[in-house]
């Protein structure tokens, strides 16, 4: 059975620093690319950044602005994002997804696997 379980959220003051982490399990990790999606309350859910399954190219959604950095240990089954400067309008659930190599996107339904999130909040 596949696992993506989020650690690492938490309240934290405007500016301040948050490291998230997916651990993976059930799969080979390195067989799929991982990628990290957000979801405010009342929005909808969208994405924040990906990687490819060697741990290169990383993209980011523009409002990341240089403040976030995704990355993943092969060799422990888990990915991360580790998140600067942190603003009020980040506060949402954070989850983490794995999409097959073949399927190198930003698009949600392209990521068959999900973790269950962690909120994220930011305040003022």
């Known amino acids: 059975q596949v696992h993506l379980v989020e650690t690492g959220g938490g309240l934290v003051q405007a500016g301040g620093s948050l490291r998230l982490s997916c651990a993976v399990s059930?799969?080979?990790?390195?067989?799929?690319?991982l990628g990290w999606f957000r979801q405010a309350a009342g929005k909808e859910r969208e994405f924040v950044a990906r990687?490819?399954?060697?741990?290169?190219?990383?993209l980011y959604a523009d409002f990341v602005q240089g403040r976030f950095t995704i990355s993943r240990d092969n060799t422990k089954n888990t990915g991360y994002l580790q998140m600067n400067d942190l603003k009020p309008e980040d506060t949402a659930v954070y989850y983490c997804?794995?999409?097959?190599?073949?399927?190198?996107?930003?698009?949600?339904?392209?990521?068959?696997?999900w973790g269950q999130g962690t909120q994220v909040t930011v305040s003022s």
């Open positions: 997804a794995l999409s097959p190599i073949s399927l190198w996107t930003e698009r949600a339904h392209a990521y068959d696997n």
């Open positions: 059930g799969l080979i990790f390195d067989d799929h690319n």
């Open positions: 990687i490819t399954w060697r741990g290169d190219m990383p």
